[in-house]
């Protein structure tokens, strides 16, 4: 799920952001003794994630406010659903409003753009992958977000995988040198790591996988060469080697890059362009 620690720091500094000193407005209308109950309303259907961000977003507020998800993380909802019902102190559920619809709307939204990939992929066999174009500070949730939905996430950052690209293997010599430097390096670790080499075409990706990749990114190559490269792959020495997609992914060819046979594509526009969900958050 969202680590807590994480959690609570993105939202302790999103609410210094947006709320500063003070919601000056609610101060000056509001009695401090009114109670308010509300929904929050989806003005069209998508998929639900990121109700532990609004639980967050209002308990740092005030832990008075009290917020019910009407379903589970992942599950979809229709246009005109009440995804959930707060109530507490009105001026305090006024302060967390927008904040916790803006992380709502948009976790949201990648869960649904998420899901709409995967539905484009199914039965066959591809996994959905996110990317590291993420918005800043956000990643986890974002990542959380596209599990929600269906697809897997890709490694988190820079630590965690190793990924060569083309300004690495450009750097270091080409993209044998780069896989031979990594081997190195790892010195007999490599199992702690997934080795993943980026390639152009099917020259590159015969050298990546002489040269120890477990993993060939096949970035901006068009399906016809994909295939080609699946073929050659599955019927190498190294049939294991396992095979991704990227690259001007979108929900018209996706359907047709999966049928080439690889395992995973990725799609850097489930985080970096996708589209909020329409929420509101009406009091009663």
Not at 65 to 92: L, W
């Amino acid at each position: 799920m969202i680590d807590t620690v994480t959690l609570g720091r993105i939202v302790q500094i999103a609410l210094e952001e947006d709320v500063g000193s003070g919601d000056i407005t609610s101060e000056l209308t509001l009695d401090p003794r009114s109670e308010s109950e509300g929904i929050i309303l989806a003005r069209e259907a998508g998929i639900m994630a990121g109700m532990p961000v609004v639980d967050q977003v209002f308990f740092q507020v005030d832990p008075n406010v009290t917020v019910e998800a009407r379903m589970g993380e992942g599950e979809p909802f229709s246009e005109g659903g009440i995804v959930a019902t707060v109530a507490g102190p009105t001026r305090s559920i006024l302060v967390g409003e927008r904040l916790a619809l803006n992380f709502l709307q948009r976790l949201c939204g990648i869960a649904t753009e998420a899901g709409r990939y995967v539905e484009a992929v199914a039965d066959t066999g591809v996994t959905i992958l996110d990317t590291r174009k993420t918005t800043p500070g956000l990643r986890e949730l974002e990542k959380y977000a596209v599990r929600m939905g269906g697809g897997a996430n890709h490694r988190m950052g820079l630590w965690d995988g190793i990924l060569i690209k083309e300004n690495h293997a450009q750097a270091a010599g080409g993209i044998a040198e780069a896989l031979e430097r990594v081997h190195q390096g790892l010195d007999g670790k490599e199992s702690r790591y997934l080795i993943v080499a980026e390639v152009g075409d099917e020259a590159q990706a015969r050298e990546a996988v002489a040269a120890g990749a477990d993993r060939l990114l096949l970035d901006n190559m068009d399906p016809a060469s994909m295939a080609k490269v699946v073929k050659w792959v599955r019927g190498s020495d190294r049939p294991e080697v396992e095979l991704e997609a990227s690259g001007g992914m979108n929900l018209k060819n996706v359907r047709t890059v999966a049928e080439t046979g690889v395992d995973f594509i990725s799609v850097g526009a489930l985080t970096h362009s996708v589209r909020s969900i329409d929420l509101s958050l009406l009091l009663h």
